[in-house]
């Protein structure tokens, strides 16, 4: 009697032909996971398929089609104010404080201020000034990854505080070449007087370059320590003396 050999297949032996995890099936179509919206991309395949398989004899009405172009055109108008919108919001962040998905070191949330904000192919990132052991840097983060945002104010007020101190310098230029007096006082207890040669600014200070009067020395004086200022030549008017005269005995 001859042997006769089965082959059995177990469960491991079969295949699914069908399982390939394609993104498309094979006229081209998208395939859309649960949960994902369909784009105007696929909008217009699936337009542009229903007409190409359209009976040009049968009985077609047209309004249809206009109607879906319509809608075709909204979806993409509502793609592009939600594209818009979302940059807004990204570009918005620039400044604020931040708290994101990412743990450093300790395990801890990154938490910093957003430095710059950066679009590039459609993919938003933030760069965020974060401290890393007692050393601040400037780390990258995916946009979505933010959990909270904290508005930072800022009380230096910059632009003011450049603003008044350009004012102040411009003002004290206009006294190069003039007499002063300074509320600085010499040995005698006068105010000091002398001619303006120049102006600096050092660290923010203003300071005038003056050589004093009936001297060769030529000091620094902070600004605001002027308080009168006349053309070269002429003298400095002296502080009156608001000593009360003596009477005169008759």
């Known amino acids: 009697m001859a042997d006769i050999n089965v082959n059995k297949k177990t469960m491991t032996d079969l295949t699914i032909n069908n399982y390939t995890g394609e993104r498309a099936t094979e006229k081209g179509t998208k395939i859309m996971k649960p949960g994902q919206d369909m784009d105007k991309n696929a909008f217009l395949k699936i337009l542009s398929a229903e007409l190409s398989n359209m009976d ?3 009985d077609n009405d047209s309004t249809k089609y206009v109607t879906q172009m319509a809608q075709f055109s909204s979806m993409e108008q509502m793609n592009n104010l939600n594209t818009t919108m979302t ?15 990412a743990v450093d070191n300790e395990g801890k949330p990154y938490t910093g201020v957003v430095r710059a904000v950066t679009t ?4 938003t990132t933030i760069s965020v000034e974060v401290n890393v052991n007692g050393k601040n840097e400037i780390k990258p983060f995916d946009i979505a990854d933010v959990v ?12 003011i505080t450049n603003m008044n101190g350009n004012m102040s310098f411009l003002v004290a230029t206009a006294f190069i070449g ?12 006068k105010n000091l007087k002398g001619t303006v ?19 060769d020395e030529i000091k620094e004086f902070t600004y605001d320590k002027v308080i009168k200022v006349s ?5 400095v008017p002296e502080t009156p003396d608001t000593e009360t005269p003596k009477e005169e005995s008759v």
């Open 56 to 58: 040009p004899m049968g």
């Open 87 to 101: 940059n807004y919001t990204a570009h918005d962040l620039a400044g604020k404080g931040v708290t994101m998905k």
């Open 120 to 123: 590039t192919a459609g993919k």
């Open 148 to 159: 909270t945002v904290l508005d930072v104010p800022d009380y230096t007020l910059p632009p």
């Open 178 to 189: 003039k007499n002063v007096e300074l509320s600085e006082k010499d040995k005698d207890e």
């Open 197 to 215: 040669l120049g102006v600096v600014k050092d660290d923010g200070v203003i300071k005038v370059r003056i050589k004093l009067e009936g001297t």
């Open 231 to 235: 053309e070269k030549g002429d003298e």
